[in-house]
T-cell receptor, first 114, second 116 residues
Framework: DSGVTQTPKHLITATGQRVTLRCSPR?????VYWYQQSLDQGLQFLIQ???????AKGNILERFSAQQFPDLHSELNLSSLELGDSALYFC?????????????FGPGTRLTVL | AQSVAQPEDQVNVAEGNPLTVKCTYS??????LFWYVQYPNRGLQFLLK??????LVKGSYGFEAEFNKSQTSFHLKKPSALVSDSALYFC??????????????FGTGTKLQVIP
């Protein structure tokens, strides 16, 4: 158990809908990262927050957004969902934001868009 | 742009035999290298990392990895494979040059199958 929690574990929804994925980092970790894992794209970095502020963006679509709250938990919002958004979404956390920091991953949320 | 290559989609090894999972990288500046393992329907678990110092890094579950700067490689090894080692292994790299955030780039993963 990494100490990173994600809810829900599974999410099934329809095209055009909006969903929110939630992540709680390990106790004391200030950075939260979001990743998308799909069969054809592999593991793709989406976005990072550090202590409430956006730190870096990766391959995140404009239909997706995220935020980190004062208690350091984070939410990833996915809107106007398409079939291709079906994937595993992972949250990871690290103590700080340095390049040498180890990221610890949550169990993931499996999103299925029908 | 930084990149990671895991040239083998799958590696099969007999239980008790040594195993190697290959990884090569390309990055500006000094590389920071990581190995993660993913079991079915689970998140990625950290195994080990190379930051600086000794080229042989020891990690969890008896795994180790050897950093080779001239060959830009960071192969994962274990002297004696267990059936329970069967999983998907990811190599990742993070560069050290440039201002701002250096994102982590993951390889495509190698499926390790340990045969009883």
């Amino acid at each position: 158990d990494s100490g990173v929690t994600q809810t829900p574990k599974h999410l099934i929804t329809a095209t055009g809908q909006r969903v929110t994925l939630r992540c709680s980092p390990r106790s004391g970790d200030l950075s939260v990262y979001w990743y998308q894992q799909s069969l054809d794209q592999g593991l793709q970095f989406l976005i990072q927050y550090y202590n409430g502020e956006e730190r870096a963006k990766g391959n995140i679509l404009e239909r997706f957004s995220a935020q980190q709250f004062p208690d350091l938990h984070s939410e990833l919002n996915l809107s106007s969902l398409e079939l291709g958004d079906s994937a595993l979404y992972f949250c990871a956390s690290s103590a700080y934001s340095g390049s040498t920091d180890t990221q610890y991953f949550g169990p993931g949320t499996r999103l299925t868009v029908l | 742009a930084q990149s990671v290559a895991q040239p083998e989609d799958q590696v099969n090894v007999a239980e008790g035999n040594p195993l190697t999972v290959k990884c090569t990288y390309s990055v500006s500046g000094n590389p920071y290298l990581f190995w993660y393992v993913q079991y079915p329907n689970r998140g990625l678990q950290f195994l080990l990392k190379y930051i600086t110092g000794d080229n042989l890094v020891k990690g969890s579950y008896g795994f180790e990895a050897e950093f080779n700067k001239s060959q830009t490689s960071f192969h994962l090894k274990k002297p004696s494979a267990l059936v329970s080692d069967s999983a998907l292994y990811f190599c990742a790299v993070r560069g050290s040059i440039g201002g701002g955030y250096q994102k982590v780039t993951f390889g495509t993963g190698t499926k390790l199958q340990v045969i009883p």
